[in-house]
């Protein structure tokens, strides 16, 4: 118990949990598991998508504390071509489709997605436009959002964030 209250004491994410469960004022119980269920969520989405896998539970935690759930809807364009990408995006549930030109300008699918799977991390690292396309394929998706320039400022403030991620 020592152990769990010097890490709830410490770090802001896993405060924010303990607080979702443990409201000193009334909320209803849907409302309670609603706001730790997203918390959790974002955390199990983080360790679980490939770029992240090699890190710690307290890197994790630093990146699911900048992270956003959202839900998009069937045919959402999520990244075109040619336009700057502000986010990094992980499927939580859903499918979303990778598109892109071939050489003669004709569109086609590169890929499709799905859960735990990442895009969109190659352009917000590189400050580049996106080569591709990303969207929203056979009824709705949840995503995980996180933010390009809170990325990038998580990675210069803890290396072993980025080490981790160029490892995986």
């Not at 859903?94 to 190659?122: A, H, P, R, W």
């Amino acid at each position: 118990q020592e152990i769990l209250d010097q890490a709830v004491c410490s770090d802001s994410w896993i405060q924010k949990i303990v607080a979702a469960r443990s409201y000193e004022v009334e909320k209803s119980e849907d409302m309670k598991n609603k706001e730790y269920g997203g918390e959790m969520e974002k955390l199990v989405l983080v360790g679980q998508a490939a770029p992240f896998k090699g890190l710690t539970l307290d890197e994790i935690s630093r990146i699911a504390g900048i992270a956003r759930l959202e839900c998009y809807a069937d045919q959402s364009v999520i990244i075109s071509a040619g336009e700057p990408v502000s986010c990094m995006y992980v499927i939580g549930d859903g499918y979303v489709e990778i598109g892109g030109k071939m050489s003669g300008g004709q569109e086609t699918t590169i890929s499709v997605l799905t859960g735990n799977e990442c895009f969109g991390e190659d352009s917000i690292l590189s400050d580049s436009p996106s080569v591709i396309r990303a969207q929203v394929i056979m009824g709705e998706a949840t995503m995980l959002v996180i933010d390009g320039e809170a990325l990038k400022r998580l990675l210069y403030s803890y290396p072993d964030i980025a080490i981790g991620m160029l490892t995986e």
